[in-house]
């Protein structure tokens, strides 16, 4: 603990940070490699740091037990394996606490909720009529170190890909927080623009300057009441659904796949004018 806490003298430069995207994978990879790169920076528990000493001991503490009641030739080897034991437990109990030990420098490098993002994405990936999902991130480089914020996954809707965006985050495994949807609308830079969050049963739309906003039905046909956190897939449904068809809306005659993804995903469609 102790030498992780002096392993570096911090002094934050001026980070300037810049958006960057990456494939699903790549995130893999940075969530894996990074920490490792970063060891004295980045604080970085993982469960088998502190599982495996308790069985070390608990190995310990058994072999009297079995050698005296089962096998007493056991004795023999009892010494060896108690240093071994011991020794093993103690370096793993050192190496996990210096690895999960925040110092001066964690705030700045630490991959907080990319894993959960990285999950986010491989959920939304499986929605039919959503393309281009990948992870986006704050990426700020300084004399050869880099550090990211605010992770979340980047979509779009199938057929409308130049038009449309979906953004997520997540920071618990398992949970959506947030969703944005956007629809450029093609007057100068507007665009439309629904929300979801956590709290929320329905999304809101808001329109162009219009900062009020209010609420809009879901899209999607389902027995679910209100959707809620865990409800990722029917909440990334719902935005998909809501983007096509103010797409649809827009452009009648220009409506092939929009349609064929509204199929897809289970959404009412508008009646036939």
């Known amino acids: 603990w102790y030498g992780k806490k002096r392993a570096v003298t911090y002094?934050?430069?001026?980070?300037?940070?810049?958006?960057?995207?990456?494939?699903?994978?790549?995130?893999?990879?940075l969530a894996k490699e990074y920490p490792t790169a970063n060891l004295r920076l980045v604080a970085y528990g993982r469960m088998w740091y502190f599982m495996v000493p308790?069985?070390?001991l608990l190995l310990i503490l058994a072999i009297p037990l079995y050698?005296?009641?089962?096998?007493?030739?056991?004795?023999?080897?009892a010494p060896a394996v108690y240093a071994a034991s011991l020794g093993a437990a103690t370096a793993i109990a050192v190496y996990g606490a210096f690895r999960a030990t925040a110092n001066d420098a964690t705030n700045d490098f630490d991959l907080s909720f990319l894993r959960e993002t990285i999950w986010l994405g491989g959920v939304q990936a499986q929605v039919p009529g959503l393309t281009r999902v990948r992870v986006g991130l704050e990426v700020a480089e300084f004399a050869g170190y880099r550090v990211f914020r605010e992770p979340h996954v980047i979509a779009t809707v199938q057929g409308i890909e130049e038009e449309s965006r979906i953004q997520a985050w997540s920071e618990e495994v398992g949970a959506l927080k947030r969703l944005l949807a956007y629809l450029a609308t093609g007057h100068g830079h507007g665009r439309i623009v629904w929300s979801w969050h956590a709290r929320d049963r329905d999304f809101w739309k808001t329109t162009g300057s219009d900062t009020s906003g209010y609420y809009v039905r879901p899209p999607v046909r389902t027995r679910v009441r209100e959707?809620?956190?865990?409800?990722?897939?029917?909440v990334t449904r719902n935005a998909v659904g809501l983007v096509a068809l103010e797409w649809l809306r827009a452009h009648p005659d220009d409506t092939t796949t929009v349609l064929d993804v509204l199929n897809r995903i289970?959404?009412?469609l508008p009646a036939p004018s």
């Open 11 to 29: 002094v934050a430069p001026n980070w300037v940070f810049r958006p960057t995207e990456l494939t699903l994978d790549e995130a893999k990879s």
């Open 54 to 56: 308790p069985v070390l």
């Open 67 to 77: 050698a005296a009641d089962i096998d007493r030739s056991l004795w023999s080897v």
């Open 227 to 234: 959707m809620s956190v865990k409800d990722i897939d029917l």
């Open 266 to 268: 289970g959404a009412s």
